[in-house]
C-alpha cells in the first residue's frame, strides 16, 4: 500500500465519522424526536393562521382546531394525544393550573361530543387537488 492509499483511506475514514445522520437514534429518543416535531407543526400552523394572542388562551375553537390537527398528525397509539395537545397549548399561551383544569375539561367535552374529528383521506385528496388547480390558475393569470 502506498502512502496515497492511506490517506484516501484515512480521510475516507474522517467524512464517514463525520456523518453524524449514521449514528443510530435509541427507540425512546425516536419518540421524543417525533412528540417534538407533532407540537412545532402544530405551533407553526397557529403562529401562521396568528391566533397567538392571549386572548385565544381558553378559546374552544383553538383547542379544536389544536385536536383536529393531532388528529390528522398522530398515528402511533403511544403518544397521549390530550396530553399533547396541553403541552401544545401551554406552549402558545402561558398556562396556569386554572386554565390547564378548564383546558382538560375542554377536551373532555369535546371528545365526549365527537367534535374532534379525523377528515377522511379522500377529501383530503379532493381539497389538495382543487388547491393545486387553484394556485396554477393564479400563476396563469395576469
Not at 109 to 120: D, P
Request: aromatic share 8%; with cysteine.
Amino acid at each position: 500500500m502506498c502512502i496515497s492509499d492511506k490517506n484516501l483511506i484515512y480521510r475516507y475514514i474522517q467524512i464517514s465519522m463525520s456523518n453524524l445522520e449514521l449514528i443510530s437514534i435509541t427507540p425512546n429518543l425516536g419518540f421524543e424526536i417525533k412528540i417534538n416535531e407533532i407540537k412545532m407543526q402544530i405551533i407553526n400552523r397557529i403562529i401562521e393562521l396568528k391566533l397567538t394572542d392571549v386572548k385565544y388562551k381558553l378559546s374552544q375553537d383553538v383547542l379544536l382546531l389544536v385536536c383536529n390537527l393531532l388528529e390528522h398528525l398522530v398515528r402511533d397509539k403511544k403518544i397521549k394525544k390530550k396530553e399533547l395537545a396541553l403541552d401544545i397549548m401551554n406552549g402558545l399561551y402561558v398556562i396556569n393550573s386554572g386554565d390547564r383544569q378548564i383546558l382538560e375539561n375542554s377536551i373532555e367535552f369535546l371528545h365526549s361530543t365527537k367534535s374532534i374529528k379525523k377528515l377522511s383521506r379522500f377529501y383530503l385528496f379532493c381539497c389538495g387537488i382543487y388547491e393545486f388547480f387553484s394556485r396554477k390558475q393564479k400563476k396563469g393569470s395576469p
